[in-house]
């Protein structure tokens, strides 16, 4: 079964307006990154046992928290990011989720020991909360290519991973080479599409992404997160440091987020899948 999730502030800052997107499009599940513009990371517990009620009284759970975590340069103070790390861990414990999405780190790609000791204590200190880190490829990190995404693969026990295709087509890599090298090693998908040629954000199997062809591949259970990037929303400016480029335009949050949702259920129609209670089964 194939089981949609969202980053659901791509719908609406507030709440409220994320829950109404998600149960509109007939989503139980968000990736948490931010609410009314306040990253997760700075959530106190309070804040997120509030959160946390609100959208479980709306059927919604937290698949994964999406943290910055890692989304910082190499030359950090470690010891004192480390209670971030915790501060995160427990957040997840609040949520009821096992996985955290996280990063490994700007400035780094000279540093590979410096990256490797330090993502090898976050995964270690994660473990300690009962609580699994999931590396997002992303550009201007250490693992941003295929070549060091594979490095961290084989190097940093315990951490898992996420694909997300237009972030390999970002740095040059093609779709054809990081499915067939990631697809099975990757713990769940971020769904975003690209054109390579001109850098557009798209939805879903408009770009070069092969979408289809990462569902195709599926077997078994496996979750997919949009995180489509149609329009800018509140808190962007904090996850990204470039402009985004959009080749649609949408009226408002809501009408791109709907639209991404759309795209990726008609992939998924395509690829032989129908839904079925929180989810898809194939046929």
Known sequence: MITLSAFSDEAASDLSGQITALKRNRISYTELRSVAGKNVKDFTLTQAKEIRLQLADNGIDVWSIGSPLGKVDIG?????????????????????TDKIRMF?????????????????????????FGVLLCHENEKEIYGDTAERVQDLMQNVQGLRFVYDPANYIQVGEKAEKTLGVFHEKTEYFHIKDVIAKTGELVPAGYGDGDILGLIQKIKGDKVLTLEPHLAVFEGYAAIDNTQMKNKFTFANNNQAF????????????QAGYQEKGRGYEKQ
Do not use: I, P, Q, W
């Open 104 to 128: 490994s780190f700007f400035n780094a790609y000279d540093k590979r020991g410096l990256v490797m000791e330090y993502l090898s204590k976050m995964v270690e200190t994660a473990k300690a």
């Open 76 to 96: 950090v103070d470690f010891s004192k990011y480390l209670d971030e790390v915790k501060h995160v861990c427990e957040l997840a414990n609040v949520f009821h």
């Open 258 to 269: 709907d639209f991404a949702v759309n795209a990726v259920k008609g992939l998924l129609k």
